[in-house]
């Protein structure tokens, strides 16, 4: 019996979701992976369901019918405000929200907070000790194009 629940109630380690996590937007395959690993989870902390929260809306881009791409957004968008409603100096959580906001469409008006997640990672960058969370700011904010040369130097 206690194998039974084991199998049911499986755990993912937050470094795993940040790995993982950083592949959702370019690969459908793995982001339908991560999406049905991270719902079997036991797993519950804010981190956690930021990372829930996220990858249901990027699920929400490999959607085929509107209503279920529509379904996957609100439930992730909810998930993820109130993780960061729990812990909003948390610099991974408004990380987290930028990667989605900074790659939703306009249409989904889900874009307001980018300017002071932005902000605020900037303000608090240089406090962060995970280094891999670090590493993957230092690389989204490269790429992004809602950061200017000049901010993405102040991670440097």
């Known amino acids: 019996m206690l194998f039974c629940y084991a199998a049911q109630a499986q755990t993912i380690s937050v470094d795993a979701l940040r790995r993982e996590y950083q592949l959702v937007n370019s690969d459908s395959a793995t982001c339908a992976k991560l999406y049905s690993r991270i719902n079997k989870t036991s797993n519950s902390d804010v981190i956690t369901?930021?990372?829930r929260g996220a990858i249901s809306i990027s699920m929400a881009n490999y959607s085929k019918e509107k209503k279920e791409k529509l379904k996957l957004?609100?439930?992730?968008?909810?998930?993820?405000e109130e993780s960061i409603a729990a812990d909003s100096s948390n610099i991974e959580l408004r990380f987290i929200r930028f990667t989605i906001q900074t790659n939703c469409p306009k249409v989904l008006r889900y874009n307001k907070e980018i300017p002071s997640?932005?902000?605020?990672?900037?303000k608090n960058y240089s406090s962060l000790m995970n280094v891999g969370v670090k590493k993957m700011i230092v690389s989204f904010f490269n790429q992004s194009n809602s950061v200017t040369d000049a901010e993405k130097q102040k991670l440097k």
Do not use: E
């Open 49 to 51: 369901n930021a990372y």
């Open 73 to 80: 957004f609100n439930t992730g968008k909810k998930m993820l």
């Open 117 to 122: 997640d932005k902000n605020f990672i900037l």
